[in-house]
């Protein structure tokens, strides 16, 4: 969240709502959501193994499920104590429970010490942050050296992220007397190709993916992955 006005905070609250309904619910919506997730963990298997493990912005734990690596500890972070507590209730009874965890961090500032983690991972959250260069260094300072930063956007504004969008979300959200438009512009503040750049410019390791298509063009895709390799 980028304000603390009461009733922005409320309107976000029923929107978040909606957005879950609405991209996690909805069969075709929540297949397209999903296949992000799986870009973003198509590089690794049950032979990977990371001892710590730290997600930004983890809100409803929907990524987690698609984590197929093993790891010692997973720790998920999030600015909403109602969205861990779901999450918490999602996760209780899955393979290695006992290895989460969850805190309330922001994603720009936080508080652990530097080398502290073998991999990050924000998905869905990089847009949605001020000065996101420097958010990128704050993932990086928490790594090890030889971590990884994994990182997932939606391929916005290009033309299939905005006929995506007409399809499902946008109109549900008017439905309910929700500006769509607005909420959305005040919170995905960062463009696809802003944040490819920044990603290219700080981190020459790394291996970068487009979905549903090969090819590097914004345009013609729905999401962006990023593995990028911490050298210190």
């Not at 609405?22 to 298997?45: A, D, I, P, T």
């Not at 090890?144 to 006929?163: D, F, M």
């Amino acid at each position: 969240m980028q304000d603390e006005d009461p009733a922005w905070l409320d309107f976000c609250s029923r929107f978040s709502e909606l957005y879950q309904q609405s991209h996690y619910s909805n069969s075709l919506q929540s297949k397209v959501m999903r296949q992000g997730h799986r870009l973003l963990e198509r590089q690794f298997g049950s032979s990977d193994h990371f001892s710590r493990v730290l997600e930004i912005g983890a809100g409803t734990g929907e990524h987690f499920s698609f984590v197929r690596h093993s790891f010692d500890q997973y720790i998920m972070t999030d600015m909403d104590a109602k969205t861990q507590a779901v999450a918490q209730k999602k996760l209780q009874d899955t393979t290695n429970a006992e290895k989460i965890s969850f805190e309330i961090q922001p994603g720009n500032k936080l508080s652990y010490p530097d080398n502290s983690f073998d991999r990050v991972i924000a998905s869905h959250v990089l847009e949605h942050l001020y000065y996101p260069h420097l958010v990128l260094k704050e993932w990086a300072r928490i790594l090890k050296n030889g971590g990884t930063l994994s990182v997932l956007i939606p391929a916005e504004p290009g033309l299939a992220w905005k006929l995506g969008r007409q399809l499902g979300p946008r109109q549900r959200a008017i439905a309910k007397g929700i500006a769509y438009d607005y909420v959305v512009a005040r919170e995905h503040v960062n463009s696809c190709n802003n944040l490819i750049s920044f990603m290219r410019h700080y981190f020459s390791e790394r291996v970068e993916s487009w979905w549903p298509l090969p090819i590097p063009l914004v345009d013609l895709n729905l999401f962006f992955a990023c593995q990028m390799v911490i050298r210190k």
